[in-house]
């Protein structure tokens, strides 16, 4: 991704890719009530997500995502399901903490930490999977 999105925008781009992965189209309501958000906010994000070149926005018309928006939304999935995998399956954290804390760290992480996060949980999965459970997440 060659301009850094804030988080606001990541969340929106995030949730417009997941939809149309489930349902092969996405309209702006579907991406308001998905985020729990109003619609002008909506507006006014897809307009800056189609600046961007990110997807495509016409307003009466249903949302695309662009090969460039695809792989940012990739990219901000796949830093969310690594931060997830870590704080569950390492930390031991319940899901619904993981998930919040994935959801708010997976927008400022560095690319430097987050590869030493995948790191360390591959190589945690390894080997020390159990002997490390029962040692600090007990």
């Known amino acids: 991704m060659s301009e850094k999105l804030t988080s606001s925008l990541e969340d929106y781009l995030e949730t417009i890719y997941l939809i149309y992965k489930k349902n092969n189209t996405v309209k702006a309501i579907d991406v308001s009530?998905?985020?729990?958000?109003?619609?002008?906010?909506?507006?006014?994000?897809?307009?800056?997500?189609?600046?961007k070149k990110l997807i495509n926005y016409g307003r009466y018309n249903a949302i695309s995502i662009t090969r460039e928006g695809e792989i940012a939304a990739k990219e901000i999935i796949n830093k969310h399901n690594s931060l997830l995998e870590f704080f569950k399956f390492v930390l031991g954290a319940k899901e619904q903490e993981a998930q919040k804390n994935a959801c708010a760290i997976e927008h400022i992480i560095s690319e430097d930490i987050m590869q030493r996060v995948i790191a360390f949980t591959k190589y945690y999965r390894n080997n020390y999977k159990?002997?490390?459970k029962n040692k600090f997440c007990t």
């Open 130 to 132: 159990d002997e490390f």
């Open 33 to 51: 009530r998905a985020l729990g958000v109003s619609r002008a906010s909506t507006t006014e994000a897809l307009k800056k997500l189609a600046e």
